[in-house]
């Protein structure tokens, strides 16, 4: 007999990407399936417009503009991903607009706070020299989640890997 595994807290962290797009598929599906709560998250890390910080000084009106238009965009897409939810019968979605370091909150915070047993990402977007220099947010919380971690790959990288 197996012992399957009912998610019934599932995070799904978004940030706009095709691989997040495609990681909520997924968790929508997981959610569906098991009956379960779907916690739909974007961070919104402050410290990634810290380029146009001016001599120390903080961040000049044109950058706090851009964050503010971000923020609203990102506010958007959240709602418009709970809406996404309901369509497939997903009777408990929130959505999270949380600020911060997202490896941190994603990792630890919110699974903790929010009882988290399955999160869900998608594969990193970052280039090279940036993954170098910050590190991949899905590989930390592969590393530090208390939970069950699904990385859902890009489809253009499976596409390219298949080609091979």
Known sequence: MLD???????LIALDGSESSENAFTKAVKIAERNKGELIIAHVFDVNAYAL???DNVGISALDATVIDIDRKRMEKMLEEHKL?????????????MAQGKPKIILAKEIPDEYHIDLIVVGQTGLNVVE?????????????????DVLIVRNKT??????ND
């Open 131 to 147: 993954r170098w220099m910050m590190g991949s947010v899905s590989e930390y919380i592969i590393r530090n989640a208390p939970c």
């Open 52 to 54: 146009g910080m001016i």
């Open 84 to 96: 996404k939810a309901k369509e497939y019968n997903i009777e408990k979605v929130q959505a999270i």
């Open 4 to 10: 399957t595994q009912q998610y019934q807290r599932i």
């Open 157 to 162: 990288q499976d596409e390219e890997d298949n």
